[in-house]
């Protein structure tokens, strides 16, 4: 047996795979909180970062390719392992019979799917900006005068709604309920948690997914609260620009 | 003391089955949960009825044929005790018991409370030997093994097969018991030879039988009768990626090409 067969077709290489991509997915996920959490500094800062990521080209394809592949992987294992699961126990007990699995543990399928439907939207929102096309009008000048998107203001916006907010909130909520399992279980399935260090992999776990949880659900409620808003000095240039824009048309 | 069960009732393996409620006749306290269970029969043999088909052999915790799921609890409600060693003291008078049969597409009910653990002796098989000098007996401690390891080895070796923790895990996974079997030879010097074969063999005869997958929630562990611990299972993980690699680049004999 090679080692793509084993990780394909066997139980333990099957939860290799969710864990090799959970790896990379929390990874992915945390980096992604830095990044978006620059939006409580000046437009600037977190714009010319978002302007570097989109002029790394390839290198943004090539890293996008390999978070699909990986979420792809993901996805296709939790439904292979969840059928071949509720293959094995055709019939359930009549009396409640759980003793210390943990309630994120019971509803990773289910904390997974939502988390999956709010990725799907994510990326329609921000990235391919479908639900909001006028995001692509929205523009910012660098110091260095380069006009690049305006990400601040497209967040500001986006999050102005407060049934968007909601959703992220719950989403992010979920996803974090997600790692609290998750974090633990990748090291356990890869063979490195035991009892020796498990507990304190708990506690880092739950530290970890509140720390994510408490970012992430910061940035949309500011947005809410008015604590992030578009700085005085912008409005103002953004007002005369448009003042000026419509006195030229009349 | 009296209490009611609710016991399932199956003829046969095609048979449905259905949940069963029996009043027990007055009990002794003192009586463990399978002594409770012949009483009942009696009672239930003097009214004519087929008495419930339930599995057990020593009655002393070491035999690992006694099952049943208790209140949802494989064992009954205590920790590091089989169902055999359970006594009607741990219940209140009048309460209701749920008693099932182990539950896993694996483990077929047969009748009543028993079921067909086969397949746990075809991943034993599946492990295969030990390469062991025959002969006159060897030297005692020819072979250095440190207290940590043979404590390790013996801990996982107290596994008696009973298959509890199949039964309360939330995918019918038969990781513990697969661990803790393989780990017995695995943690020892003796187990090496054969070990990579060993690991992949058994974990290859877990799969073909239908067991479920890990999500490691260690309800396995909170339920085995002799306390193995799920540390075994990360063990059994580590070792199946350690075999898998080393077998896919290691080249092989001349003979070995079949
Ligand atoms: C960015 C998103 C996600 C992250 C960071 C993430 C992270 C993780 C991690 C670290 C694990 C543990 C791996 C292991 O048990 O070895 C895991 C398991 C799992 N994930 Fe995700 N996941 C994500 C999205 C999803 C999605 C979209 C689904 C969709 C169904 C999903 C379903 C599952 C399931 C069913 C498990 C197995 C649970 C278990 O074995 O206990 N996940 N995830
Ligand atoms: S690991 Fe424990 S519960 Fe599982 S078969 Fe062995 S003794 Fe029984
Ligand atoms: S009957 Fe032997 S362990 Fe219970």
Redesign the pocket.
Known sequence: MNIVTALLKTSIGK?VI??LT??V??G??FGHLVGNLQIFSDPEKINAYAHFLQSLGPALWAIRLFLLVC?GL??WM??L??YENKKARPRDYAANHTIQASYA?RT??Y???I??AF?LYHIAHFTVKSTNPEFHEMTWTLADGTVVLDVHLMMVVGFSSLPVSLFYILSVGL?SL??S???Q??F???GLRTETWGRGLKVVAIVLSLAYFAGNAAIPLSVLTGKVCRPASVEAAAESVSTSLNTHSE | MKVKIKVWRQKDQESKGGFKIYDSPELNPNMSFLEMLDVVNEYLTDQGEEPIAFDHDCREGICGTCSLVIDGKPHGPHQGVATCQTYMRSFQDGDVITVEPFRAEPFPVIKDLVVNRKPFDKIMQAGGFVTVRTGSAPDANAIPISKEVADTAMDAAACIGCGACVAACKNASAMLFVAAKASQLNSLPQGQAEKDDRVINMVAAMDEAGFG?C???YECSAVCPKLITHDFISQLNRDFVAATVRKSFKSKPSTAKV
Do not use: C, P
């Open positions: 939860k969710m864990a959970g790896v997915l929390v992915f996920i979420v993901h996805i939790a439904i392992l969840w543990s990773m399928k904390s997974g799917l988390v999956l990725l996803l997600h790692l399992h998750g974090f279980s990748m356990q399935s890869i | 997958n999500t490691n929630q």
